[in-house]
């Protein structure tokens, strides 16, 4: 019924999301969070610098713009994580 067709609309709406966001080079993994209204994107450090992870935020926000349709505002996050560890003996 109703609800049925709501989830499905709902299901393609995050679906879409993270598409979007796992087009674009150097992404590694992205997540629709708080019901469609964040997305995080996870990119690769040695792939995407600091100026890149900024561009590719500003890009996602912009092509969900143009290709959604939405209400209110949508939250792009880029992550770009360095992680080094050592041990001491």
Avoid at 17 to 33: K, M, Q, T, Y
Avoid at 57 to 85: D, F
């Amino acid at each position: 019924g109703a609800r049925r067709e709501t989830l499905d609309l709902y299901i393609k709406r995050l679906t879409k999301l993270e598409e979007i966001a796992d087009s674009f080079p150097g992404v590694e993994r992205s997540f629709a969070i708080q019901a469609g209204r964040e997305i995080r994107i996870i990119v690769n450090p040695q792939d995407a610098d600091d100026l890149a992870a900024d561009e590719i935020s500003h890009l996602v926000a912009r092509r969900v713009e143009k290709e959604m349709e939405y209400p209110g505002k949508i939250k792009v996050t880029v992550i770009r994580e360095h992680r080094a560890t050592d041990y001491a003996s």
